[in-house]
T-cell receptor, first 110, second 112 residues
Framework: DAKTTQPPSMDCAEGRAANLPCNHS???????VYWYRQIHSQGPQYIIH???NNETNEMASLIITEDRKSSTLILPHATLRDTAVYYC???????????FGEGTQLTVNP | DAGVTQSPTHLIKTRGQHVTLRCSPI?????VSWYQQVLGQGPQFIFQ???????GRGNFPDRFSARQFPNYSSELNVNALLLGDSALYLC???????????FGQGTRLTVV
């Protein structure tokens, strides 16, 4: 699976949009971009995934660049409960396994 | 609807013992995967089962084994426990092999 690069940490003010970037420059045509988050000591929570089109659900929006080499997860109105480690994962090249990297620690401040 | 349920939630074992961890997938889901998460790191893939067949295996020793039952629940077995096996063991289920996976809250295993 393609390797992803994320900033180790980010801060965001409560009520503002949180934009989490991810680089995946070696992504293949059949690989999807997945986002999960993990609040301390809990199991990872699925957020959203996409192939090449932008996606939106009740939790977040996923913006994938046209060349698919990077993506951005957008939490439109961050709350304190959004404080978590966010993982960007490219999936599909070597089966259905999820390969987790270091992720981004997002801290939402009051 | 119930999510992915794992049992037990916490477990303490002694070196050399074996352990069995259990996972019940979301109703209707036919795929179960297991992950190990050591403190401070992201989860690492151990196994995936789909329709009771092994579909993937991560880089773990043969002391780790798993199986999936006809009702799609799953067990992860670890033999000859080492201190380094202390971790959060996560189970994830998905409708099909390549569908989005939903995780349980995990089993915290401590080996002393």
């Amino acid at each position: 699976d393609a390797k992803t690069t994320q900033p180790p940490s980010m801060d965001c003010a409560e009520g503002r949009a949180a934009n989490l970037p991810c680089n995946h420059s070696t992504i293949s045509g059949n690989e999807y971009v997945y986002w999960y988050r993990q609040i301390h000591s809990q199991g990872p929570q699925y957020i959203i995934h996409g192939l090449k089109n932008n996606e939106t659900n009740e939790m977040a929006s996923l913006i994938i660049t046209e060349d698919r080499k990077s993506s951005t997860l957008i939490l439109p109105h961050a709350t304190l409960r959004d404080t978590a480690v966010y993982y960007c994962i490219v999936r599909g090249g070597s089966g259905s396994r999820l390969t987790f990297g270091e992720g981004t620690q997002l801290t939402v401040n009051p | 609807d119930a999510g992915v349920t794992q049992s037990p939630t916490h477990l303490i074992k002694t070196r050399g013992q074996h352990v069995t961890l259990r996972c019940s997938p979301i109703s209707g889901h036919k795929s179960v995967s297991w992950y190990q998460q050591v403190l401070g790191q992201g989860p690492q893939f151990i196994f995936q089962y789909y329709e009771k067949e092994e579909r993937g295996r991560g880089n773990f020793p043969d002391r780790f084994s798993a199986r999936q039952f006809p009702n799609y629940s799953s067990e992860l077995n670890v033999n000859a426990l080492l201190l380094g096996d202390s971790a959060l063991y996560l189970c994830a289920s998905s409708w099909r092999e390549f569908s989005e996976a939903f995780f349980g809250q995990g089993t915290r295993l401590t080996v002393v």
